[in-house]
């Protein structure tokens, strides 16, 4: 589902503007004070501030930024039976979940999916696309909605951001320090931040982007299990079943390219090697495996 691609290409998006902020502002120079180099105290504040605050902003965006970028239009006041049958369905779930009525929306896409989002249980949004409703049974949507409810209801969008927010912090501090060491022993630099510092900080920045993108996406996996398992509770355990099921079937190859697949709600051929690493959701045969053995 698109959740893990709006929160992610929104979280990188304001890094990159916080990034070119800070520097704009001086601010990076607090930790160059007097040629010595590295605070390391300073450098971990800077790390967290800058490292959290991207993935907060995201979060805080999140429900605003997933509407313009899908197009999704809020119902309001339902213009037919089949809004009116969404409204109902997912004001019955919320309350049995324990949580307030989301918004509940609508884009305009041929992919058989949905999305929840939103920076709280309180202000959240459950968007489904046209091709899930043209191409699902009611007993199967419901399946998909009561799934997204439990995102909702799990908090999964907050535990995302401060889990997205710990590995930033850790990637701008490693890679800064990293950078330190290379230019001071390698490149024999005792003043200031010479060439090295910078070639080495970008480059364990990438390195160290890649193994905080795994743990991510290793958390996304399994809140995927969990929402799974809520789904089932909620709306039965044979229709959240059926409802993988006929995702499985649609689809079917020929599969989304590579760059897009991690954030489709199948990963298809990325279930084997190391590029299972990075799936932000279980391939289907394991989700509808796990709900089996479950029961």
Not at 212 to 223: C, K, N, P, Y
């Amino acid at each position: 589902m698109k959740r893990v691609f709006l929160f992610l290409a929104t979280n990188l998006a304001v890094i990159l503007v916080l990034s070119v902020t800070l520097r704009l502002l001086g601010v990076e120079r607090i930790l160059d004070a007097q040629g010595a180099g590295l605070d390391i105290n300073a450098l971990l504040v800077f790390s967290a501030v800058f490292g959290f605050g991207g993935a907060l902003i995201s979060l805080l965006i999140s429900k605003w930024s997933a509407k313009r970028m899908t197009g999704a239009r809020v119902i309001e006041t339902p213009a037919n039976a089949t809004e009116q049958w969404l409204l109902q369905t997912v004001a019955t779930q919320a309350e049995m979940a324990g949580i307030p009525m989301p918004e509940v929306a609508i884009y305009d896409s041929p992919d058989v999916n949905a999305f929840a989002t939103g920076p709280s249980a309180r202000s959240a949004l459950v968007a489904v696309s046209t091709g899930l409703l043209q191409t699902m049974r009611r007993d199967e949507a419901e399946a998909v909605l009561a799934h997204e409810v439990s995102h909702v209801a799990n908090g999964d969008m907050v535990t995302l951001a401060l889990i997205q927010g710990v590995v930033n912090t850790f990637v701008i501090f490693f890679s800064r320090v990293i950078g330190y060491l290379v230019d001071r022993l390698v490149f024999r630099n005792e003043r200031g931040h010479g060439p090295g510092f910078w070639i080495a900080t970008i480059v364990a920045e990438l390195v160290l982007g890649v193994l905080a993108t795994m743990i991510v996406m290793w958390f996304s996996r399994q809140r995927e299990f969990r929402a799974d398992a809520g789904g089932a509770a909620l709306a039965g355990r044979r229709k959240m079943i059926a409802a993988l099921e006929r995702l499985q079937q649609a689809h079917a190859p020929p599969q989304l390219p590579d760059q897009f697949a991690a954030f489709g709600i199948n990963g298809g051929g990325w279930a084997h090697g190391i590029k299972r690493l990075f799936m932000s959701h279980p391939p289907l045969e394991e989700r509808i495996a796990r709900l089996a053995q479950a029961a």
